[in-house]
């Protein structure tokens, strides 16, 4: 059998803790994620190392959902540059994903397979351009394309689910992650995802489909062109309620710019099609499909200059902060005090102005997994 577990359990015919070590030996847990522990399995008939994601059902139903959920999504799909499944089962106490192996690298060094993130790559290579960039922006596109077809919406895409895989010359970029990915049915309007890529319709707790997942693109294309993201604040991350607050309010006004000197030498092709990717109104935004027509994607729009100095110097800068935070602040599941409405009037919030006038200003707090929205209204003359 394929799969150690075909089908999703309906209470009875579990597979026994034995159907699972008899192939696979389990490592111990090496890294804890937000829903999941992920350590390391290893084929007993093929010594090839895999990775376990661990999703323990006594961690609620959350947790519980977002196991089907992967599960269900990996089944469906296959694609040359989304993580591939390679085993399941469920116990009583728990679901494993056995999945290729995409961490850990360095501490197999035996390990065929090589996945990194992708901007531990770029900080590796020599020279790094604006085509590299577009090469990986364009097999994101075409993964994303392809989910769309599917009707799969994958809401939690961001720079640190994104694998490079190399072997033998071979390199290619992979998305992971499916444990927040719906099918599109009309009735998204939960905000879920990671809160410097959420689609204004997100925070704003509209409805949304799959334009979330081209708005996530066009921030992942930002930050590689660059090193930064495009929404950010100079308050110290510890303060994570003041860094929410701006960063979300600067999301619905569609508030990034090209800052110099970091967005100098970038072609007017990638700045274009960085707009059109982040244009916050979703209904306008151009899709993944076609944006891989785009001249900065299919034609010679992408320079040959070598970024690599000035990305890689803000890459380490921004993501040592990033990852800090992560530690702390895993991906959330944010919970909506209310309903937030289209309001007309122009508005301001600590100073800054959207640039569409029609989105509400967001007040938001943290506490513990949960981003609380409010609302607050400030009408002020032009």
């Known amino acids: 059998m394929p799969f150690g577990c075909l089908a999703l359990r309906d209470g009875r ?3 026994s803790m034995s159907d699972v070590t008899d192939k696979y030996e389990i490592g111990q847990v090496l890294r804890a994620k937000e829903f999941c522990e992920l ?35 990996l089944k469906l799909v296959n694609h040359p540059n989304i993580l591939q499944l390679i085993d399941t089962f469920e116990t009583r106490k728990e679901y494993l994903i056995i999945q290729e192996l995409f961490l850990f ?25 604006e ?3 577009s ?44 444990y927040l990915s719906r099918f599109e049915n009309g009735s998204l ?28 693109v066009g921030v992942i294309m930002f930050i590689l062109l660059s090193g930064n993201p495009p929404f950010y604040d100079e308050t110290e991350e510890e303060n994570t309620d003041l860094h929410n607050r701006i960063i979300f309010c600067r999301i619905v006004g569609g508030e990034f710019e090209f800052d110099s000197p970091h967005w100098d030498d970038i072609s007017p092709a990638a700045k274009e099609l960085v707009c059109r990717l982040m244009e916050v109104d979703q209904m306008l935004r151009i899709t993944a499909q076609d944006a891989l027509w785009h001249e900065w994607i299919a034609g010679n729009g992408a320079s040959e200059k070598n970024l690599k100095d000035g ?52 007040l938001l707090s943290y506490s513990s997994s949960a981003l609380v929205y409010e609302t607050r209204l400030v009408k002020t003359t032009l």
């Open 189 to 216: 309007t939960e905000p879920c995802g990671t809160p410097e890529y959420l689609a204004p319709e997100v925070v704003a707790r509209h409805r949304y489909g799959r334009p979330v997942d081209c708005w996530a």
């Open 311 to 362: 990305v890689c110097a803000q890459f380490e800068k921004n993501f040592a902060k990033a990852k800090w935070r992560a530690l702390f602040l895993p991906t959330v599941t944010p919970v909506l005090s209310q309903k937030i409405s289209i309001h007309s009037a122009p508005l301001f919030f600590i100073g800054l102005r959207p640039r569409c006038s029609k989105w509400p200003t967001l």
């Open 131 to 133: 085509r590299d960039a």
């Open 105 to 129: 690298v360095y501490i197999l060094q035996e390990c065929a397979d090589v996945f990194v993130y992708v901007f531990d790559w770029i900080l590796d290579q020599g020279n790094y351009t």
């Open 39 to 73: 350590c390391l399995a290893k084929d007993r008939q093929t010594d090839k190392v895999f990775v376990c994601k661990k999703f323990l059902k006594k961690d609620g139903r959350k947790v519980r959902k977002a196991a089907k959920n992967e599960i269900m999504i």
């Open 135 to 178: 090469n990986v922006i364009r097999q994101v596109l075409e993964a994303v394309a392809y989910l769309h077809s599917l009707n799969i919406v994958h809401r939690n895409l961001k720079l640190e689910n994104l694998m490079y895989y190399t072997e033998n010359n071979h390199n290619k970029v992979v998305l992971r992650d499916f």
């Open 13 to 15: 015919n579990y597979n």
